[in-house]
């Protein structure tokens, strides 16, 4: 009997070393393969201090994480594009420090460099001009342009010294949205289908790196777009299935190919139906039953190829000083699940765009519940709401989560379109402000737009109150308090801001009479700015975090200086 216990135990401590994360595994797994559970750094608009890198890396290895992707861009000092290179680049030796700091906690560093799409950090040079897939877009390179991959393979071996040895190389190739042009340009001169332009520039710039024995990974978005060509894709390039905007129960799912978009159930066509039917409903399509949400990876995995799912902790739609906390949690959690417990998946990576502004700080919730969840596999997102508040703040109840969820909806001039934002970091112009309300009044939604924006402010409002409470409350976490609140004080001002701009194009308005109450906001605006200057000092280099404090704030002030008068 005592000899039968101390096997079963040699045995169970033998699966909790190969599994230490208690990540669930299918039979058809190999103990040591464990799942991927990573966090993408974006360096597109925010450059990252060395140290608040390092800072953060600790904290995502202490919360189960395994595999960081670094989306560098123009953030290092590269040799084969000198042009793609920040004022606050880090050298080489810098980025290798931090390279060195995830290694020992553990991390695996996965290097990004976009080799299709998102190339507008090398294709607004004049040098790359010639390189771009449409001549008045600097978004995409041209896949049929016999010095796109040359380069690109120069670069690739770049990243490689740089990051030293490993398994995984990530080659963007998402929102190709130019593919069209090049299919129906000159320069296709062998005819191929925009499906066909894709699958073998992707093949193409994949297979040096297959010969160095590393794995290529590619975002799944133009794969599945363009499935007609599926065929045609090296099984051996991983996929990193994304989407945003999806969680169980909300009773939507997207759509790829024909009928594209979020679509419910019986929004389906049958032509979705012949394509995923088998995906959407694995079980039967019987009454009461909705599409399974994360289809897609489903689709892909019996494909051939190997799948990651991707939420997000931040993304377009979210307001610039905060994000949708409640959606993001939502989408984070089950699409976490779906990627460790799924068979043939494997695994996750929560996604961050810096492009959106607002600092992991106000992303921790999601951040951390990637990392709670492959720690706790069983556990309910009620569960983690619950762990969540006491673990960082010594709270009980759901006053946190109510309190950010209030600070979710945008209003005018508080996210990255309504600011003219984006990752071409282009110049705002200076009379932004006005240009919008001229085209809100065009559009026929300018009263729409003001009893949205009074809405927003009264529920800013409600949530800097509970902030308020809350911080005075709170055992812990104070500096993660802090900056929700600061984000709530921004947002009430934001939105008093936008009502008064947009009110100032009404008819009768009296500008006389409004001048104190401008100047008033603009004061209040001034000293907010800041105060996030100073927070952002921290964390962010300083020509870029110079860039993003503009981007958040001068638009909107220059036109309420001309409210607030001399």
């Not at 000092?77 to 920040?86: I, K, S």
């Not at 049929?144 to 393979?153: D, G, K, R, S, T």
């Amino acid at each position: 009997m005592r000899s039968t216990i101390l096997s079963m135990a040699v045995i169970l401590l033998t699966l909790i070393a190969c599994n230490p994360m208690g990540i669930a595994q299918t039979s058809s797994e190999q103990p040591e393969a464990r799942r991927m559970v990573g966090f993408h750094i974006d360096m597109n608009m925010a450059q990252y201090r060395a140290d608040y890198l390092k800072r953060w890396l600790t904290d995502l290895a202490g919360r189960g994480y395994n595999t960081i992707i670094w989306e560098i861009e123009d953030g290092v000092e590269w040799e084969t594009v000198p042009e793609a290179r920040q004022p606050d680049a880090l050298t080489k030796d810098v980025f290798r420090d931090v390279l060195a700091h995830a290694r020992g906690l553990g991390l695996e560093n996965i290097p990004l460099l976009q080799t299709l799409g998102h190339g507008e950090y090398v294709l607004q040079h004049d040098r790359y001009r010639h390189l771009r897939a449409h001549p008045d877009d600097i978004t995409q390179y041209d896949p049929l342009h016999p010095e796109v991959v040359p380069l690109l393979n120069a670069w690739i071996l770049e990243y490689i010294e740089l990051f030293g040895d490993i398994r995984y190389f990530h080659i963007g190739a998402d929102e190709a949205r130019q593919l069209g042009y090049v299919q129906q340009s000159d320069r296709n001169v062998d005819g191929l289908s925009v499906s066909q332009i894709f699958m073998r520039h992707i093949n193409e710039v994949s297979q040096p790196l297959l010969d160095r024995g590393i794995t290529p990974i590619i975002w799944a978005d133009m794969v599945l777009h363009h499935h007609q060509a599926i065929g045609e894709l090296s099984r051996e390039v991983m996929l990193f299935d994304w989407m945003y905007d999806i969680w169980r129960g909300n009773g939507k799912v997207f759509l790829w190919g024909e009928n594209r978009g979020l679509r419910a159930k019986e929004q389906l066509t049958p032509g979705n139906l012949e394509l995923f039917g088998q995906y959407l409903f694995p079980d039967g399509d019987g009454p009461g039953v909705d599409p399974e949400t994360f289809y897609s990876a489903d689709f892909l995995a019996d494909k051939g190829f190997p799948i990651v799912t991707c939420p997000a902790s931040s993304s377009f739609g979210d307001n610039v000083f905060s994000p949708r906390h409640e959606r993001h949690l939502r989408n984070t959690w089950d699409s976490t699940a779906k990627g460790l417990t799924a068979p043939r998946l494997r695994g996750v990576v929560l996604t961050s765009w810096s492009v959106h502004q607002h600092p992991w700080e106000m992303q921790h919730a999601h951040i951390a519940a990637t990392g709670y969840l492959s720690q706790h596999p069983d556990a309910t997102i009620d569960d983690y709401r619950a762990w969540y508040a006491k673990e960082m703040f010594g709270l009980r109840g759901h006053r946190f989560w109510e309190a950010s969820e209030l600070l979710s909806k945008p209003c005018l001039f508080t996210h990255t379109r309504s600011l003219g934002i984006n990752k071409a970091c282009p110049s705002v112009p200076k009379d932004h402000v006005e240009t919008s309300i001229r085209k809100i009044i065009a559009d026929g939604t300018f009263e729409d737009e003001i009893e949205e924006t009074r809405q927003r402010r009264r529920e800013y409002a409600q949530s800097l109150d509970l902030f308020t409470e809350i911080r005075q409350e709170a055992l812990l976490g104070d500096e993660y308090l802090a900056v929700w609140e600061l984000a709530a004080r921004n947002l009430v001002n934001r939105a008093e801001a936008s009502e008064l701009l947009l009110l100032s194009y009404s008819e009768g308005f009296d500008h006389a009479e409004h001048r104190d109450q401008a100047r008033d906001i603009l004061g209040r605006m001034r000293a907010l700015r800041a105060e996030y200057e100073t927070l952002y000092t921290t964390m962010i280099r300083p020509t870029r975090r110079a860039l993003m404090i503009s981007y958040m704030f001068d638009s909107v002030e220059t036109a309420l200086a001309q409210l607030a008068g001399p």
